[in-house]
């Protein structure tokens, strides 16, 4: 008989209680000690990073505090990407593990996005990841993970997550690096607008990001209202888009949906760097 893990039970809790996410979030608002306990058993110390999906960024030589919204978008050939983030913390790390299936898209029983594109772990927690959840990979392989989720159309979330570290029973917090690749119909950090504001603060967007909106671009389609935005920050009044700027994460998602070109993803010149210093502050990824 095979032998039943401490992940094998916290795969199942998760599972069973995925759906009921948006529903504990709200009780939490609710019942202030609940949320003190929710917090200190799964959030505490947590700072995840939405990373904007790759086409939609466009870069300037700015600093963020710059940019206004007659600020001409420049766009060249050696633009650095979001993605560039990830690739450069995973060619210096020692470890990483790719996770068979997603949890999210499997416990939503997502129609639309695959199941097979699981989070990438890294660090020396990642080490202590059960082989029947997941794989310990190369670099390279790591790197192709993550372009297989750009082109999948999914969203880079970068950062430490407790509860990861929690139900995959991997030890202190700072030793797991997450990366989740999240589709805007399932993802786990959707109740985040219904968590307390203190968790709910916990994913936030890239440092060094900006959505920048030109009113007189909207037709008022609705294309970025259908199922786009994962956090809901998007609504149409006087039939234009009205972006709510502190529930959006600035993942992209709106921008590249648009024809009219009235949203875009602003990074300014040294973002791609302070996020990489942010991240290696959170995790001990162990570099090379």
């Not at 202190?172 to 219904?194: G, Q, S, Y």
Request: proline letters at 3%.
């Amino acid at each position: 008989m095979a032998r039943i893990t401490v992940s094998d039970i916290s795969l199942q809790v998760v599972k069973v209680t995925f759906n009921l996410r948006f529903f504990m979030a709200r009780t939490c608002q609710k019942i202030p000690p609940l949320a003190w306990a929710a917090n200190k058993l799964f959030f505490e110390g947590d700072n995840m990073i939405v990373l904007p999906r790759d086409s939609t960024v466009a870069i300037t030589n700015l600093n963020i505090a710059e940019i206004n919204l007659n600020t001409n978008i420049s766009v060249s050939n050696d633009t650095v990407l979001p993605s560039q983030i990830l690739k450069e913390i995973i060619k210096k790390s020692n470890n990483h593990v790719i996770m068979d299936s997603c949890l999210c898209r499997v416990s939503n029983n997502c129609k639309d996005y695959s199941h097979d594109l699981g989070c990438l772990f890294l660090g020396p927690g990642a080490k202590k990841i059960s082989s029947k959840l997941g794989k310990t990979v190369t670099a390279e392989e790591a790197i192709n993970h993550v372009d297989k989720c750009q082109e999948a159309g999914l969203v880079h979330i970068i950062g430490r997550n407790k509860l990861d570290s929690v139900w995959l029973n991997t030890g202190p917090k700072e030793e797991l690096l997450t990366i989740c690749n999240c589709c805007p119909c399932c993802c786990l950090w959707k109740m985040a607008p219904d968590l307390p504001e203190k968790m709910g603060r916990s994913i936030g967007p890239m440092n060094g990001v900006e959505l920048k909106f030109r009113e007189d671009k909207c037709s008022g389609c609705g294309r970025c209202l259908e199922d786009i935005c994962f956090v809901n920050a998007i609504e149409l009044e006087n039939e234009k888009a009205k972006i709510d700027r502190e529930k959006c994460r600035i993942c992209g998602r709106c921008a590249e949906i648009c024809n009219n070109g009235a949203l875009n993803i602003i990074m300014a010149y040294n973002a791609v760097e302070m996020s990489i210093e942010c991240v290696n502050e959170l995790v001990d990824v162990e570099f090379k």
